[in-house]
């Protein structure tokens, strides 16, 4: 690969390219509906908080990469973006999906994958959705996914995207107990109060952007 997504770089691809399939009347996406589909508190993970600064800094990382563009429709009075991905690499609407899923919610099972990928691409079977993982990994050329080592303690393996840097798988040293996780602390009123505003805001992005439409 000639080039390496930052964290940022990654999340903003992946809502581009998300919104494109799953919201096509509403895209390209102005700056601050791509703000909002960044910092959505569902299907991301992890969950961030981008502001525009950001936002515009990875969108510029981007368009270095050739991986975005600024829109130019004679109907937008704003500035829009939209992702470029299929100008970089020649992929099947099944390997979008897959990818763009492994972009917005990091490792996962194929299993996971064939789930969570419903909005973009409804795949009839695992064995579908194994087959288009195998083609990622196998892609020329070079691959865009892996397959991760399997786990202590878990049946299946995941895959993760290869536009990043892959996660470093870490394994207890020999002769440890394996220590269950923690559990984490729940989250605090102040911080629900956080993610219902900024649910809310998200929300009303996207209503605006619709009633845009009708104007």
Do not use: W
């Not at 973006?81 to 099947?92: A, I, M, Q």
């Not at 470093?168 to 009123?189: F, Y």
């Amino acid at each position: 690969m000639d080039f390496s997504l930052t964290p940022e770089e990654l999340r903003v691809l992946g809502a581009l390219v998300e919104k494109s399939i799953a919201t096509p009347d509403n895209y390209p996406l102005s700056l601050n509906a791509l703000v909002n589909a960044c910092n959505q508190l569902t299907a991301r993970d992890p969950v961030v908080s981008y502001d525009e600064t950001t936002v515009t800094r990875a969108l510029d990382g981007l368009r270095e990469k050739r991986l975005a563009t600024l829109y130019h429709g004679a109907d937008s009075r704003v500035a829009r973006y939209k992702h470029t991905l299929p100008d970089r690499f020649v992929l099947t609407p099944a390997e979008i999906a897959i990818l763009c899923v492994l972009m917005l919610r990091g490792p996962q099972t194929a299993g996971e994958l064939r789930t969570r990928s419903e909005r973009l691409y409804l795949f009839d079977t695992l064995a579908e959705t194994e087959q288009t993982l195998d083609s990622l990994v196998t892609y020329t050329p070079e691959p865009l996914v892996t397959k991760l080592p399997r786990q202590p303690g878990t049946k299946e393996s995941r895959f993760a995207q290869l536009l990043s840097p892959p996660p470093i798988a870490t394994a207890p040293n020999a002769g440890e107990p394996i220590s269950a996780p923690a559990t984490p602390p729940a989250p605090s009123t102040h911080d629900r109060i956080i993610h219902l505003e900024r649910e809310l805001a998200a929300l009303r992005a996207e209503f605006a952007e619709f009633k845009k439409q009708f104007e």
